[in-house]
């Protein structure tokens, strides 16, 4: 074949294009567990539901679905993931899972429960998912309904943090993570990490525009509450006591649609 002027240039766009052109021939370098076993979770046979880390990065994620997996894996919120079959969001496994000796996740020695995965743990997930799961997922990004976490006007009810090196956290008023109608406390946590906190409440993002910088310790009882009402009811009462307010608008929300997924094989 004779090689002319333009045959040089095309084969040059292809070389420099060829991740764009055929995405499955450039997969994307991830580090990847050493040891990792996945099984179908049996009824009431699983410790726990979710993805806890362990010392030496060890990951157990017990009753989790693949949407479940991508949400940790991608460090977003359920309502971000559409697409793919039904069972990626009805059928759960176990997984366990290893990082090789080498990684830094390896180094990891804090206690279960009180650190979130750390970026190389996420992308040994998301190699995971890919190899095992045949995942495939393309990003998008379109306009939807968002929060906007500001101040009212009034009071504010948050006051400088009692440990400034105590780890962010925010939950119900009698501890625990998770948000109940008796009302809400926080510690060390900024107003940013605030309002990511309040998103998996709301299912949409919560975007800080309090123009609060630092941190705080807060807490506010609404009495006994009412077992019955919307969580999201007793939150929003309860940042009206902290002087703050979430309003609606428009904005951008990112998501990944699930192009593809194969049920892995048990080991």
């Known amino acids: 074949m004779k090689i002319t002027r333009f045959t040089s240039i095309l084969f040059l766009f292809l070389y420099l294009h060829v991740g764009e052109l055929f995405p499955q021939l450039a997969k994307e370098s991830l580090p990847a567990f050493e040891v990792a076993s996945i099984k179908p979770s049996e009824i009431n046979k699983s410790s726990h539901t979710g993805v806890i880390t362990y010392p030496g990065g060890r990951i157990d994620a017990g009753n989790c679905t693949l949407k479940m997996l991508i949400e940790a894996a991608y460090d977003i919120h359920g309502y971000q993931v559409t697409g793919g079959p039904k069972w990626i969001d009805t059928e759960p496994y176990d997984v366990h899972a290893i990082p090789p000796p080498s990684s830094n996740s390896s180094k990891i020695d804090f ?5 979130a995965l750390t970026d190389e743990q996420r992308d040994m997930i998301k190699a995971l998912l890919r190899d095992r799961f045949s995942l ?3 990003k998008e990004i379109k306009q939807g309904q968002i929060l906007i976490l500001e101040q009212n006007g009034k009071e504010l009810g948050l006051r400088e943090p009692a440990d400034k090196n105590a780890d962010p956290w925010a939950g119900g008023v009698d501890g625990g993570a998770i948000y109940a109608p008796t009302g809400i406390s926080g510690q060390n946590i900024s ?8 998103v998996r409440y709301f299912e949409k993002p919560v975007v800080d525009q309090t123009k609060l ?3 705080y310790d807060f807490k506010i009882r609404l009495g006994d509450g009412d077992p019955d009402q919307e969580i999201t009811a007793s939150i929003i009462s309860s940042l009206r006591g902290l002087g703050l307010r979430l309003r609606q608008d428009k904005g951008a ?11 892995p094989l048990a080991d």
């Open 213 to 215: 910088l630092g941190s």
């Open 136 to 138: 495939s997922i393309r």
């Open 253 to 263: 929300v990112e998501g990944i649609v699930v192009e593809g997924a194969k049920k």
């Open 191 to 198: 107003m940013p990490l605030f309002a990511q906190r309040l």
């Open 111 to 115: 206690r279960p429960f009180t650190k």
